[in-house]
Structure formats: C-alpha cells, structure tokens
C-alpha cells in the first residue's frame, strides 16, 4: 500500500510561482517506480502534467514545458513540482501519482491550484 499526501496549493496572481509536494508512506513505497502530477480543472477531464521515473527520466505536458519542473528524492520518498510563471488556465486541482514496479496505480487527495488574472 502506498499513501500519498499532496501540499502547497494556494492562490497565486499569473506570472507567480507556487511549488507543490507529495509525500510517500506505506510499505510498498520501496516498489514505486513512476511518480507524477495531473490536473483536473472544472469541466474538463483530468491530464497529465508531469512524470518522472526512478531513474530521473522526466516527461511533461507541451502546455506546461519550461515552465514546470517535476523532482524526486526517493530518500525522503517525495516528488515535488515547481511551478513558475503560472496562468490561469492552470487552475485546477492538481493530484500526486504513483505507480508501482507491479503496476498498482495510486492517487493522492488532490490540492487546489487557482492562478488569478
């Protein structure tokens, strides 16, 4: 089982930045192999922003490419998203994913994200 819990949503002015974190815990944390963030703003399905791999090996969402930064520290078992230069159609509810070497897919609470104009 692995928990993930999501931080650092808030309210931001475009042009902001804002860093979000999740945090791993469960006994099979050791077996996560791919860790990364989706969005679902209102009326829209939810997508894929950013992935990083155990290895390092990164890959984003062409909405958000030179913007957002995904990083992992598998000794402390989070994975973090920098976020600069925000706009408001990154406003969403942005979820911690992760998935395991035996392909169980797991999902945090989600943390709101608004970017004001």
């Known amino acids: 089982q692995v928990q993930l819990v999501e931080s650092g949503g808030g309210l931001v002015q475009a042009g902001g930045s804002l860093r979000l974190s999740c945090a791993a815990s469960g006994g099979s944390i050791f077996n996560i192999n791919v860790m990364g963030w989706y969005r679902q703003a209102p009326g829209r399905q939810r997508e894929q922003v950013a992935l990083i791999t155990r290895g390092g090996s990164t890959n984003y969402a062409d909405s958000v490419k030179g913007r957002f930064t995904i990083s992992r520290d598998n000794a402390k078992n989070t994975v973090s998203l920098q976020m600069n230069s925000l706009k408001p159609e990154d406003t969403a509810v942005y979820y911690c994913?992760?998935?395991?070497?035996?392909?169980?897919?797991?999902w945090g609470q989600g943390t709101q994200v608004t970017v004001s104009s």
């Open positions: 994913a992760a998935r395991t070497t035996g392909n169980t897919n797991y």
